[in-house]
């Protein structure tokens, strides 16, 4: 119950899931015995809905929850029973030292187990259920044992080895379909970036068919209840990974050495490839752009501009590509779609290569100087970009660039949360009135 509810409110405090908790509990030991009334169980369930509907309600608060307490009854249980809080796009977390561990576990194991549960399924809310419930059935079974024995210091060490793949599967699976949970689509645009900017030799034709692949084993394993679903299928993912890419980057081969699960998290891990000599790109036409049937022109094309951009985080890549979706759209419904997109690529070409740019400028100088020099260096660009500006307004634009920079210059930045900040960070992209990037 403990792990469920914290994965279903990943966002909740451990006093809210215990609540929730100590309720569910308590109506499974009244209405899950022998001779217990027939509807005893629907009637403490509508009492549970009734509750979670009350504002004053010590159970997790959940966006979304008006919607369904304006049913009733089983409409209104099933609503509830619905709901689930998005991923958390940044980790809490944080395994305590092998000292800080013992103490709470000898001081009140119970509450140390359920602690522990809580922190661990919230964090990790997007893997499957049963890698979950493995990975801290194995922590809570090492805590046991090491706290109790008299060599606790190598106890600690042979267990936390043997414990890795577990831990790594989980961290692995969440990271994964969290990318799922927003889309089938979304999720086959970010794994295809991934790999242009990892392995930029290879074309859009050899990723394709590993990222197909990659999807149907999330789709068939995310909210699997067989046991070892993900590790299983995993394994046969990264052989076909390995099989089409290990020939066209050394560091791909070197990853591939390894086992299964660490395979998969060397290759996420990988910094993004050196940029490669390409030929110069250019924009589709207005056919390619506007044909019928399933249409993967602008997908491709954003494909190219990454792997020509590796340098450029996949979260840029990705707000350049929903910028660029709604531009061609509008166009393939107007009435001359041919017109209306010769009319703009000129600007749309300009506008690209300035966002680029301004995207890669901005993460290559953090990545490259300490924190303070970057800041100072950011300064000094942005007051002469913006020399007019009031030096309290300068102040606020270089921590606006700086938030950015540091949440989303990095590997395996938070999707939802640094679209919102580029939005906010890189304005306006063109000399004309009307941008076409937004």
């Known amino acids: 119950a403990i792990i469920m509810n914290s994965r279903k409110y990943s966002n909740a405090t451990f006093e809210e899931i215990?609540?929730?908790?100590?309720a569910i509990v308590t109506l499974v030991d009244k209405c899950c015995v022998q001779g217990a009334p027939a509807d005893c169980y629907d009637k403490g369930a509508t009492d549970l809905s009734v509750k979670s509907c009350d504002p004053k309600s010590p159970f997790p608060k959940h966006p979304g929850i008006e919607r369904c307490c304006i049913h009733k009854g089983l409409e209104r249980k099933l609503c509830l029973a619905d709901l689930k809080q998005p991923p958390k796009e940044f980790p809490t977390y944080l395994e305590q030292s092998n000292e800080e561990l013992c103490e709470a576990f000898r001081k009140d194991p119970k509450l140390f187990s359920a602690?522990?549960?809580?922190e661990y399924a919230s964090n990790y809310a997007q893997a499957p259920l049963l890698v979950v419930a493995n990975s801290t059935s194995n922590y809570i079974s090492m805590a046991a044992a090491c706290c109790t024995a008299k060599k606790s210091a190598t106890c600690f060490v042979k267990q936390k080895l043997q414990r890795q793949p577990i831990h790594l599967l989980t961290v692995m699976s969440n990271r994964l379909c969290a990318r799922y949970s927003y889309g089938e689509e979304k999720f086959k645009f970010s794994a295809s970036i991934m790999f242009s900017q990892k392995v930029p030799s290879a074309e859009y034709k050899d990723i394709i068919p590993i990222v197909e692949q990659g999807t149907q084993v999330l789709a068939k394993c995310c909210s699997s209840l067989t046991d070892n679903c993900m590790e299983s299928e995993l394994s046969v993912h990264i052989k076909q990974v390995c099989k089409t890419l290990s020939t066209k980057d050394s560091r791909i081969a070197e990853c591939c050495k390894k086992s299964h699960i660490d395979t998969i998290h060397c290759l996420h891990s990988l910094p993004a490839a050196e940029p490669i000599?390409?030929?110069?790109?250019?924009?589709?036409?207005?056919?390619?752009?506007?044909?019928?049937?399933?249409?993967?022109?602008?997908?491709?094309y954003t494909f190219e501009l990454a792997r020509r951009n590796t340098k450029l985080p996949e979260v840029f890549i990705d707000?350049?590509?929903?910028?660029?979706?709604?531009?061609?759209?509008?166009?393939?419904?107007?009435?001359?779609?041919?017109t209306c997109l010769d009319s703009k690529k000129v600007q749309l070409a300009e506008e690209i290569n300035k966002y680029i740019n301004e995207g890669k400028e901005l993460c290559s100088e953090y990545n490259n100087y300490p924190f303070l020099t970057f800041k100072d260096r950011l300064t000094k660009t942005l007051?002469?970009?913006v020399s007019k500006l009031p030096s309290s307004k300068l102040d606020e634009l270089v921590e606006q660039r700086a938030n950015l920079a540091s949440t989303c210059c990095i590997t395996n930045a938070p999707p939802v949360y640094c679209k919102e900040k580029i939005n906010e960070a890189i304005g306006k992209l063109c000399t004309q009135d009307q941008c076409l990037l937004q």
């Open 18 to 22: 215990n609540h929730i908790v100590k």
């Open 115 to 118: 602690r522990f549960l809580y």
């Open 277 to 300: 000599s390409l030929p110069k790109l250019q924009l589709p036409t207005s056919n390619q752009f506007c044909k019928k049937g399933k249409n993967q022109e602008v997908e491709k």
């Open 319 to 338: 707000k350049l590509h929903g910028s660029i979706v709604d531009v061609v759209k509008r166009c393939c419904i107007s009435d001359n779609p041919s």
């Open 383 to 385: 007051s002469k970009k």
